[in-house]
């Protein structure tokens, strides 16, 4: 359901606007403000023909704030009416979440501050993004605040040490992977189908994502078919990665499995590189404690 602000007037001609934004956060929990001639909205603005919501957000943060932005999840949509310039207009909104993934690589267009989350709320000219901070706090429970500190494993995990930690994040509230399948040409595709029909009942509906690896920088996020993650998907699991969570079987003649990725609430928290046997966690502060109490080695990135 697309939530709406303001009162529409017979009299009034309106123009449509397709926006998208995004609530940019840092490790703390503050929320990303660029500031405008006399008012403060989240970094974004208005789509141009041909260009997706997230080319949108990446191409209005590198103009208005002058860095590249790493967006995780879609926090849903907005309209609202508003006047500006003696203007009167429809804004259809999309907003997303994101970290800022480089350093100002480009002259920005606006001053951006970092506020909290409760004090942008104050602060934003439109209603629609107070709206959205708010769906973000929500959707955090602003316990682990944003996608949390990105550490790395140390070292590759045997097999043991995997399904522990993939019982510790789910006791920690992960509740859906994504994984991808690689078939060889021409090869039976018993193992994929296996895999379906074990899995088939816990399908979720696909979703924008983060992912660790791809193509072009700008598809880092993108939509990606998901599962729920419980002690039942977490048995498939071990049968498909039987070395654990960087099982490489590159030369098996079925195929194979790599580059699982968890989430939690839509916040990628732990994430797999198989070829380069990487592993990344996204994690509150506590909880880097407590992996490194079930004997996992990290170190902050």
């Known amino acids: 359901m697309t939530i709406r602000f303001g009162k529409e007037q017979a009299d009034v001609s309106y123009t449509d606007r397709c926006c998208a934004y995004a609530v940019i956060t840092d490790p703390s929990g503050n929320v990303a403000l660029v500031r405008g001639a006399d008012a403060y909205f989240l970094p974004g603005g208005g789509m141009v023909d041909g260009e997706t919501k997230a080319g949108t957000i990446h191409r209005e943060v590198l103009e208005e704030c002058g860095r590249q932005v790493r967006l995780t999840l ?14 009167h207009y429809r804004m259809q909104a999309t907003f997303m979440v994101g970290r800022f993934s480089s350093e100002v690589i480009a002259p920005p267009e606006h ?3 970092w506020r909290s989350a409760s004090e942008a709320v104050s602060l934003v000219r439109h209603k629609s993004h107070a709206w959205a901070i708010e769906q973000w706090m929500r959707r955090c429970n602003y316990i682990v605040t944003g996608p949390g500190i990105e550490c790395q494993i140390a070292e590759a995990l045997s097999a043991e040490q995997s399904w522990r930690l993939l019982d510790w994040c789910i006791s920690r509230g992960a509740d859906e992977f994504a994984i991808e399948g690689l078939a060889v040409e021409g090869a039976s595709t018993s193992i994929f189908d296996s895999f379906d029909r074990q899995v088939v009942a816990y399908r979720r509906q696909p979703q924008l994502r983060q992912h660790l690896t791809a193509f072009t920088t700008d598809n880092m996020s993108r939509m990606t078919e998901l599962w729920t993650l419980n002690q039942s998907t977490l048995d498939v699991l071990k049968q498909v990665l039987p070395d654990g969570l960087f099982t490489k079987d590159l030369g098996t003649s079925k195929g194979w499995f790599e580059d ?11 994430g797999i590189v198989t070829i380069d046997t990487e592993g990344y966690l ?16 990290l170190k902050r990135s």
Do not use: C, H, P, Q
């Not at 699982?260 to 732990?270: A, D, I, P, Q, S």
């Not at 996204?282 to 080695?297: N, T």
């Open 74 to 87: 879609t926090l849903g949509e907005a309209n609202e009416l508003f006047e500006a310039g003696g203007r």
């Open 111 to 113: 001053d951006l501050l």
């Open 260 to 270: 699982l990725l968890v989430y939690r609430k839509g916040w990628m928290m732990l």
């Open 282 to 297: 996204f994690l509150g502060e506590s909880e880097m404690s407590e992996v490194e109490s079930l004997g996992i080695r």
